[in-house]
């Protein structure tokens, strides 16, 4: 699920909604151990300046 966010994400992060939508897709169906945390560190690192509010808005949501 991380390869797919990294190939999706930057595709579609033109749009607020979308990049939102997709973001919250991917975490609902990480499943790897860790994986959540990879993606997180992943994004706030790619996005975290473009969208921060969205950032903290689906990870704080979809913590585990």
Known sequence: MLEYAKV???KICFSKDLFRKELTKCVNWVEEPGELDELIK???AKFGKLYPEILNEVFSTHAA
């Open 8 to 10: 999706i994400l930057p």
């Open 42 to 44: 992943w994004c706030t």
